[in-house]
């Protein structure tokens, strides 16, 4: 009979490792894609209203490269930190992605497009593309 009970205190134990081991994997693979795939970043202003609000979070992929016409994409506001954010070290890169500020901004030209801008319309390859621009009044009235 003591036997018995050695085993079942041997299952349990192996039980509550894997359990242990399954929750510290869960965690670091959680930490890891916060840290290399997703950044965080704040809404400041309302620039971007009605798409975006002030003080709204919004997670930034840093894997897609890809890029379309009217997509938005996070930019560095410091041309010398996206500089040595785009460097090979992968610990001070994420250090610098971590502390640096960043601009929301809307693609309106892809690379090699003609474009051409008249009386407050962008026009590409002789087709007009409809962009609302609006003044600092209706900015803040939105808020």
Known sequence: MSNTKIEEKSSGSQ?????????????????????????????????MVPNY???QLLLVNQLDKTFNRGQVVAVFADKEVAKSAS?????????TRFSAKFFLKRIVGLPGEEIEIIDSKVIIYNTIVTYVQRDESERNNQD
């Open 15 to 47: 039980f509550w490792a894997v359990v242990w081991g399954v929750f510290i994997l869960f965690l670091l693979t959680i930490l890891l894609v916060k840290f290399f795939v997703f950044q965080q970043v704040t809404v400041v202003g309302s620039s």
């Open 53 to 55: 609000r002030d003080g």
């Open 87 to 95: 460097e090979s070290d992968i610990v001070g890169n994420y250090m």
